[in-house]
Every structure is written in C-alpha cells, then in structure tokens.
C-alpha cells in the first residue's frame, strides 16, 4: 500500500477527471490521499471530495504566496476550519523567498498563526519552504522549545542543514518527484541520510511529475516511480519503502486512524 501524502485534488487540472484519477492510482497500490490546501477558500470543495471518497482526507492553511490575503487571520479562525473530521492538519504552509507574491513580513506573520494552531489542535503542520532554510529553521525552533508540536517538510528540496535540524525536532521529511530528476544528485544524498522512520512520500499533484512522467500532468498514480527511486536512495525494497512510508504517515496524521 501506498500513501500519497501530499497532493493538490482540488486543482482544475485534475478535479474534472477526479473519478478516473483516483481509479488509476488504485490500480498501482495507493490506498490513501491527503489533499493539500494553498488557501482557506478551498476547504468547501476539499470537503466535497473527501465525502465522496472515504480514503481522501484533507489539510487546510495558507500557502506563503496567498499571505497577504489572509495578513489578518485568527488563531481562532485556524483552529475552526480544523474542526471537521475529514481535516487532519494544518497546511500547506510555510515562508517561500523564491518568488515575491508575499512579503516576508506577512509571510512570518500568518507562518506563525499557523504553528500556534498547531501547537494548540495537536494536529500536524504541513510545511513549505523555499529559499528560507534559516528563517524556516529558526521559526520551527523556537517554537517548538516553546511548545512541542508535529511536522513534515513537504515537496522537501533544501539543504542537508535545514534536513538535519528538522529531524533533531522529530520532524518527517517528504520526498517528491524531485528526487527522479537528473539534476538532484545532492537532493538524493540527503535522503540517504533521513532514517525511514522519519519519511513520507508524495506527488504534490498536478506539479513536479518524476522522471519518466516529465511533462505530464502529475497525478497519484505517478507516485510508484518517485517509490522506485527512494528504494533506491536508501538501498532497500519498492516494498519497504510502501511499508515504512505508509506506516509513518498513519503515525504523523493519527487523526487519520482515530477516523478512518
């Protein structure tokens, strides 16, 4: 069995042929499907599709880019849109430096909500970072000396230094098609290094499909050859790699099994 721990359902690419989109994935062995939020306006229709399809369940939070939208949100706000059943974290999430949709001010600002909902729900932070290893380490640090709390990094592509903290905090890290791509050869070396219990995996649909599926539209059922190639990052079977991942996602969205 298979976990797609992080995919965009509700995206227009793959929402009109949703029914056919979960049908392949079954067919290579996915058997579960967290579907991942980029803002709060997506949570009606997320909900939609997990009531359609018992094994989807959903995150709900605000990606870096669409901070400014939501500069003004409430803990509060956060922690209602958690309430239902079928949400089973807080996400996605994160600071993004890269591209300049947001700034950097309003990125920590609405970050920070999100970690204290966190904190406070017990349900896992579903994070997002790029070009921001010291701001994401040092955030995700010092609130977590505060207040313990859960987390992946999804989609992760950052430095070994970033890697290597989030772990000393019990964090998971997700690998994503970014692994298959010729030019990852450092990415790959740091996953050797991340201990299996400590790995999720996804496809972050309808983006970054892996190699050979390289423009495609990514969908669940690519997952299997991302599978492929961590089992050979870490020098262990495909069957391993379905076992532990599956195994670690159930132990991080726990909301999953009380629900499930």
């Not at 997506?42 to 359609?52: G, H, P, T, V, Y």
């Not at 380490?137 to 290597?164: D, G, N, Q, R, Y």
């Amino acid at each position: 069995m298979l976990v797609d721990s992080h995919c965009h359902l509700s995206s227009k690419e793959i929402y009109d042929d949703l029914d056919r989109v979960i049908e392949r994935a079954k067919e290579v062995g996915v058997s579960i499907f967290l579907n991942a939020a980029a803002k709060f306006d997506e949570l009606d229709k997320q909900l939609e599709i997990s009531n359609r399809f018992h094994n989807i369940w959903t995150v709900t939070g605000v990606h870096p880019h669409d901070s400014m939208a939501y500069e003004t949100l409430t803990l509060e706000e956060v922690l209602k849109k958690t309430a239902y059943d079928q949400v089973v974290g807080i996400g996605e999430c994160g600071l993004d430096y890269f591209y300049d949709f947001s700034p950097k001010s309003v990125q920590k600002k609405v970050f920070r909500t999100m970690i204290k909902a966190a904190q406070k729900s017990g349900l896992p932070l579903i994070v997002h970072t790029r070009d921001a290893d010291e701001d994401t380490i040092s955030m995700l640090e010092s609130a977590w000396l505060e207040t313990p709390f859960k987390a992946v990094i999804h989609c992760f592509s950052s430095s070994e230094k970033l890697a290597m903290k989030m772990l000393e905090l019990g964090f998971y890290i997700s690998a994503s098609g970014i692994i298959t791509f010729k030019n990852s050869a450092v990415l790959r070396s740091i996953f050797q290094k991340v201990p299996l219990d400590r790995l999720l995996i996804e496809t972050d649909t309808p983006y970054l499909a892996p190699m050979p599926m390289r423009g495609h539209v990514n969908e669940p059922a690519f997952i299997v050859h991302t599978a492929r190639t961590l089992a050979e990052i870490k020098g262990v079977s495909f069957e391993e790699i379905a076992t532990a991942t599956t195994k670690n996602f159930l132990t991080l969205f726990d909301k999953v099994r009380r629900h499930g």
